[in-house]
Structures are given as structure tokens and as C-alpha cells.
């Protein structure tokens, strides 16, 4: 069979509607679909009937498949002439691993894509009402991993980060709340600073918290607020506050 092709989705933050048209027509024609614990249900639906769906979902010190298997299996599907879908959750290029794969695919000198996909830390903050930039409030945003903080290998410059961003988005940072949230504060960071964690963006399993990053350790505990959850820390938090009166009218109107 001739060389197939590898696609390489991005699925949206949780809301199966929040997925683009380019990634479902991807779907639609997929020979092999490999997708991720995030990914709703439904998306797989729109698979022919006959597509090969294969699980391949990370939990917390669960994985169903490694990484290098992953890889492996996208590759050999490709290899003797599948289009193969990998679908991911949120956006493939933002904390998605998506470039390890897309290297895979050209090592081995198979014809890939990537299809962007709207991102957890959008997808969050839309869904929460808490904007990343606001005008008069924060001019820039970044987004890091939680998932290393502290440690002998920790990648990030939690110092710069404390005071050179407005609105940070802090993605797998459930684990090690506590330890951010003192990285942040122990480099000058107020703890008065205002955060948020919302738990299952988008679904209808959605839920959020709202404190300080002095207090939402104790808050997120007393709601049990697990992964997957997102974290965002700036003054725009306070917004989400003065718009939740005007989402109540519109919900009472609906």
C-alpha cells in the first residue's frame, strides 16, 4: 500500500462543540483515530463506521499507552497507508506533546498536519468569564505547566514570571497548588492577588472557585476540585463577579 498521512487534531478544551470544522472533517475521513482521555464521546461519533479507535488516554500515574508507543502506533498506521487522526485535547502545540509526534511523522518521512485547536486556558477563561487581557487591567498573559513546580529540575522561573505577566494560566497545576501559589507569593507576588481554578472547563461539569493566592489552597480543598482544572492568577479574576449578574438574567430569560 502507498504511504498514508497523519493528522494531528487539536479536540477543544471539553465542549465537543468548541471543536473546528477542519478538525471533524479529519474525523470524518480518518482510517485510525488514537484520542486522549479529555476528548468527549460524542466528537468520535462522527468516525465512519469501520475506523479503528484506539484509547490512549494519561491520567496521573495512569497511562494507557507511553508516549514512544504512541508515537510508534501513529507512525506504522501511516506506514502501510491509513490516514491516521491523532486527536488531542485542547490545542496539540500547548502542553499537547504535539510537536514530539509531528517530529515522529517527519523522521520517518511521513506527510503530516496540525490542526489547531482552541486551547484550555481560552476555553477556561471564556467559560469562566475571567478574560486573559483586559483593557486597563492586564496587557499580557502567559501559560506554563504546574505539573514540576519546585523540585531539583523545574522548568520554570516562577521569580520572572511573578512579576512580569499580568494574567497567568497555569495548566496541571492541581497537585502542586500549594507550592505554586508559594513560589508566586515568595517572589513578590501578593498574596491579595486574585485566582481562580475552574474544574472542567466548558462541560457541563464545570466548576470554579475564586479566591486570593493566599486562600484558594483552602478553598480548592473544600470543594475536592480535582484535575483536569486550570488555574488563573491576575486582577481580571475580579471581572468574572461583574458578570455573573448579567449571565443570571440572560440563563432566568432563556
Not at 483515530?33 to 468527549?40: A, E, N, P, Q, W
Request: charged share 20%; aromatic share 4%.
Amino acid at each position: 500500500m502507498s504511504r498514508g498521512r497523519i493528522s494531528i487534531v487539536g479536540a477543544g478544551p471539553g465542549d465537543p462543540e468548541l471543536i473546528t470544522v477542519k478538525a471533524l472533517r479529519r474525523l470524518e475521513e480518518a482510517d485510525v483515530v488514537l484520542y486522549d482521555r479529555l476528548v468527549s464521546d460524542e466528537l468520535l461519533n462522527y468516525c465512519r463506521t469501520g475506523t479503528l479507535k484506539i484509547y490512549c488516554g494519561k491520567a496521573p500515574g495512569r497511562h494507557a499507552l507511553t508516549q514512544s508507543e504512541i508515537e510508534r502506533l501513529i507512525v506504522d498506521y501511516a506506514t502501510v497507508g491509513h490516514h491516521v487522526v491523532r486527536l488531542k485535547g485542547g490545542d496539540p502545540f500547548v502542553f499537547g506533546r504535539g510537536g514530539e509526534e509531528a517530529l515522529a511523522a517527519a523522521r520517518a518521512g511521513i506527510p503530516f498536519e496540525v490542526i489547531p485547536g482552541v486551547t484550555s486556558a481560552a476555553g477556561a477563561s471564556a467559560s469562566a468569564g475571567i478574560p486573559l487581557t483586559h483593557r486597563g487591567t492586564a496587557a499580557s498573559f502567559a501559560v506554563v505547566t504546574g505539573s514540576r513546580c519546585g523540585g531539583e529540575n523545574a522548568p520554570v522561573r516562577w521569580d520572572l514570571l511573578a512579576q512580569s505577566v499580568d494574567t497567568l494560566a497555569v495548566y496541571m497545576g492541581v497537585a502542586k497548588l500549594g507550592e505554586i501559589c508559594g513560589e508566586l507569593i515568595r517572589h513578590g507576588r501578593a498574596a491579595s492577588t486574585p485566582a481562580a481554578l475552574i474544574e472542567n472547563a466548558t462541560t457541563s461539569a464545570e466548576r470554579v472557585v475564586t479566591g486570593t493566592l493566599g486562600d484558594i489552597v483552602q478553598r480548592a480543598a473544600a470543594m475536592r476540585i480535582g484535575n483536569p482544572a486550570m488555574l488563573l492568577v491576575g486582577d481580571t479574576v475580579g471581572i468574572r463577579e461583574m458578570l455573573r449578574p448579567a449571565e443570571a438574567v440572560e440563563r432566568r430569560i432563556v
